[in-house]
């Protein structure tokens, strides 16, 4: 069934690519390279597109959930499972629009399928579904997390990911009021869930920053400084 269903977007990712592949030769872009970002496409013009697949394996010897105390005296065993298995697309055309999707292989469902307009870093504007800026510990990807950084809370203190649109930018940058904002409006209903016509969910976030630099979404430091 996965892999029935992954035929069309790989059919598009295999045209789309070969007609970039044309575009990058005749403006004389950079073509395509393995980066950061897994296998990428970047252009003269700042236009980009990328393709990652990305997947989490674990295996333990002691039981994944330990309710009790009594569960620690429970025998050993060895055991396997994939905790998650994606595949992310993203592209970006001049640096002002920015296009992102990632698909849930393991449970068959959408995360994330938004696009950003970012006309300067004063101001910003998203449509689609993705992790609403509301709770930093939810929205920071549990793939640049390198220790335990989500509390066994925080399940039941984010709104997760909504249908929606928001505008953020930055206020003051580089000065002592250097801030960031949001403010949104969302569904409310969840993760590829149409309002049920019932009132939407507004969402407004000022973050200040007295580093005087935009922090990024990410708990872990994985690069030397």
């Known amino acids: 069934m996965i892999i029935t269903r992954l035929l069309p977007l790989a059919a598009g990712v295999v045209f789309a690519g070969g007609g970039s592949s044309i575009a990058a030769q005749e403006e004389g872009a950079n073509g395509w390279d393995y980066g950061d970002r897994s296998l990428e496409w970047s252009s003269a013009s700042g236009s980009y597109l990328w393709l990652g697949l990305r997947a989490q394996l674990r295996a333990t010897e002691i039981p994944s959930e330990l309710l009790s105390m009594s569960d620690l005296g429970t025998p050993e065993s060895t055991g396997g499972?994939?905790?998650r298995s994606r595949y992310?697309?993203?592209?970006?055309?001049?640096?002002?629009?920015?296009?992102?999707?990632?698909?849930?292989?393991?449970?068959?469902?959408?995360l994330d399928l938004?696009?950003?307009?970012?006309p300067s870093a004063a101001f910003n504007l998203r449509a689609g579904q993705w992790k609403a800026e509301f709770n930093r510990?939810?929205?920071d990807s549990s793939g640049r997390q390198q220790f335990v950084d989500r509390s066994i809370s925080h399940y039941w203190f984010t709104v997760d990911r909504q249908w929606g649109a928001m505008?953020?930018?930055?206020?003051?940058?580089?000065g002592s009021a250097d801030?960031?904002?949001?403010?949104?409006v969302f569904g409310g209903d969840g993760r590829s869930q149409a309002t049920d016509g019932g009132p939407p969910m507004w969402i407004a976030r000022w973050q200040w920053s007295p580093s005087r630099q935009q922090l990024p979404f990410a708990q872990s430091a994985v690069k030397k400084l």
């Not at 992310?88 to 959408?110: C, F, P, S």
């Not at 938004?114 to 970012?118: I, S």
């Not at 801030?179 to 949104?184: D, E």
């Open 81 to 83: 499972e994939v905790s």
């Open 167 to 174: 505008a953020s930018g930055a206020l003051k940058s580089g």
């Open 114 to 118: 938004r696009a950003t307009w970012k």
């Open 179 to 184: 801030s960031q904002l949001w403010l949104g």
């Open 137 to 139: 510990e939810r929205i």
């Open 88 to 110: 992310k697309v993203g592209a970006g055309w001049r640096n002002n629009i920015t296009a992102y999707h990632e698909y849930d292989l393991r449970q068959e469902r959408m």
